[in-house]
């Protein structure tokens, strides 16, 4: 079945770095775009950031400061987040849609301290 997990996230510093990652199964990663999404506590889940197999997309919040990745070898999709800032501070998910229906990990807390 198709399986995201995420990981990579904790606890960082204002400027400091992450990186997480989504390992996915169940599905050639090749053929598919990956999302990355992030939600705060009391507000709506937003896309971040995305990659198919020939494009990238960032949302203006974190376009400059974090960059996606794909390692389809691994199944493993990336997201480098640099220079973060307190308004950074959510649970990142990543997602597919794959068989008709967008499948979500369980999330990855990040939390940029001041």
């Known amino acids: 079945q198709v399986q995201l997990v995420e990981s990579g996230g904790g606890l960082v510093q204002v400027g400091g770095s992450l990186r997480l990652s989504c390992a996915t199964s169940g599905f050639t990663l090749d053929y598919y775009a990956i999302g990355w999404f992030r939600q705060a506590p009391g507000k709506e889940r937003e896309g971040a950031s995305c990659i198919s197999s020939s494009d990238t997309y960032y949302s203006d919040p974190v376009k400059g400061r974090f960059t996606i990745s794909r390692d389809n070898a691994k199944n493993t999709v990336y997201l480098q987040m640099n220079n973060l800032k307190p308004e950074d501070t959510d649970v990142y998910y990543c997602?597919?849609?794959?068989?008709?229906?967008?499948?979500w990990g369980q999330g990855t807390q990040v939390t940029v301290s001041s």
């Open positions: 997602s597919v849609i794959a068989r008709g229906r967008r499948f």
